[in-house]
């Protein structure tokens, strides 16, 4: 357990900054007093691009390494071109700090809409892989705009990366009450590196003889996710199956307004780095309709990862409270904030 | 339209053999006496490859070429290890036969479950890309089954192939009433394929002028499957993309039971395909409890295809009056097919 917290805060654009200010306000909330919080903020993102044309610096991503973690709010708009900012921002700090786990629970809290009818039990996690798969931005163009254009996209996986994702998920599994494992992947067509997720899956489970374990076909899965959702404790997945099933996972659990994610280094050896997994929504930025609870429950991801289990739960547990005594009027982003600041504090 | 249909039929496994055999039995039912129906039967899939070890050989892929089109029942045993049969005979006939459009049309019908609250209403097609992307099969794996393996998948993707479907989907947009087309991709990552597809799509799009456009990440077009599925009509995607999604699609429009395909080579150099999306469910093989409903729908695309629009419309309009009618007690598989060949035929 950490004695203080010297946390990198990139709020990024569109609505980032505002839930990224309620995130900071919680955490300070529900630090203990013995904690000393202390944060620096990185002008990163969209603006910064079109001042700059840069996207993340040498000089900052050195920086960043010396952080306990990072805060991030959003990142993303209209006015940059699709992958710019998202390769050269936000993929460059999963890859380049090693975020080979990225977390990403999902939980139907009492009081939330979901777009299911007869209101299942959700609560499982996402266990996705942060640094392989077809993000490795391998693949390239050949004469590019022409009626004879090749476009190729290389998933790249090794077993180095495929089995301390799949082993940290046993772990999770292993600790949780219904010790329950799902893989998805898709080995009957992508056969190479589906093999080699499933051997590895198999291989890994001879140590973990408590854990129960299934495969899915992605597609499949999409199946389950509305039909029976709660036949899921936690999944393991590659990077791209993962990036899709946890926004329909957000969906089914009320919105992308609640889901909270860590890309975390489990190592220690680069900060972990905690998001929520909507993006900047410029459409609502500035109007005070942004939800700020999924960047709330990041920071319990992230209390969680620096030691402080208490914190972490006690944010949750005022997540929970917070949405249950809920009566459907308007809240803007500050006023949740304070809400869940308050009900923390103490 | 054709005064004769030479068709070849593959059951295939699981519950492929008793759903084909209704979908024959509605196809002789709907035809119109002067069209003369051939039928025959190819023995491909798990049973053929366990006792020959063949999944396709040259002599049937060659046979199978003289057909008027192939109705194809469901592929796949988990005793055969994953990948064998779909790689050596479903993909391979996709390959072979070129069938650039996957169609797979998605249709909440009246009086169907759907696991969405409040119903919304769904009607939407989606064009699947058939022949390229990550379903190519290039890839491999190094240092197989060791630590230090390596496994990849390319996907490859080329302005040809690519036009030729978006172009497919701008035609179909624009007969139908709403004409709006939706381009799933994920070009903030896959920015090699991503940023073709949209390129081209665009391009594309300057000849479709009465054609509303719009471009949705992968992972956001599954949040929107979920809480806004009225606001699709056509979708175009990628072959991967469109795997999923179709499932997904399936399951809030009352499930796989439902839910048609067709392979279709529009050039007509080789026949086109048509298959139920679900798999051969061996659970439930010979109990009865299969629905062949998406079998009689995937042969209404066939008829469709086939020049017989009226016909294919006969089709739709029993499977609608049929689950209208339905009170939920159990009918089984033959009972089903009983049912819509009677209300086809005259
Ligand atoms: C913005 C994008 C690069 C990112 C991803 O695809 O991982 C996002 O969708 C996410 O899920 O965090
Ligand atoms: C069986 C499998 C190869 C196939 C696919 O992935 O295309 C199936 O899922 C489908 O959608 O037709």
Redo the contacts between chains.
């Keep these: 357990m950490s004695t203080s917290i010297n946390l990198a805060v990139i709020p990024g654009d569109g609505i980032g900054q505002e839930v990224v200010a309620q995130g900071l306000k919680v955490l300070t909330a529900v630090l203990p007093q013995d904690v000393k919080l202390e944060t620096k903020e990185y002008d990163l993102g969209a603006q910064r691009w079109h001042r700059t044309g840069e996207t993340l610096p040498d000089a900052e991503l050195e920086a960043l390494k010396h952080h306990d973690a990072i805060l991030l709010g959003a990142i ?1 708009d209209p006015s940059v071109p ?2 710019v900012l ?2 050269g921002l936000l ?1 460059k700090l999963r890859f380049a700090f090693d975020h080979f786990i990225n977390l990403r629970p999902s939980k139907l809290f009492p009081n939330t809409a ?5 209101r299942p039990e959700i609560d499982f996690v996402v266990v996705r892989e942060g640094t392989e798969g ?2 490795t ?1 391998n ?3 050949l ?18 990366g495929v ?1 301390r994702v799949v082993r940290d998920a046993y772990e999770r599994a292993n600790s949780r009450p219904r010790k329950k494992l799902t893989l998805v992947h ?11 997720w ?2 590895i899956f198999d291989k890994v489970g001879q140590e973990y003889p408590e854990v129960t374990t299934d495969y899915l076909h ?3 899965a ?2 389950f ?3 029976q959702p709660e036949r899921f404790d936690v999944i393991v997945t590659d990077n ?1 199956f993962g ?2 099933l ?3 996972a ?3 659990t009320g ?2 307004g609640l889901a909270a994610s860590g890309n975390i280094n489990p190592t220690g050896a680069f900060p972990s780095m905690f998001e929520p997994v909507h993006g900047s929504a410029p459409d609502i930025a500035g109007t005070g309709k942004a939800d700020p609870t999924a960047t709330i429950l990041s920071v319990a991801l992230l209390l969680r990862h620096l030691g402080h289990e208490d914190r972490a739960v006690r944010i949750e547990d005022a997540v929970s409270a917070d949405l249950a005594e809920r009566d459907g009027t308007f809240r803007s982003t500050e006023q949740i904030g304070d809400a869940l600041a308050a009900r923390v504090a103490g």
Tied chains: 1, 2.
Excluded: Q
Aim: aromatic content about 6%.
């Design positions: 993303g699709s992958g998202e390769r993929l979901t777009p299911l009818a007869g077809p993000y931005g693949g390239g163009s004469r590019t705009g022409t009626p004879a254009e090749v476009a190729t996209e290389v998933s790249i996986n090794t077993a180095y089995e898709k080995n009957n067509v992508l056969v190479y590196a589906g093999h080699m499933k051997n992605v597609d499949a999409t199946i996710f509305v039909t791209l990036d899709i946890t926004d329909l957000a969906a089914v919105g992308i």
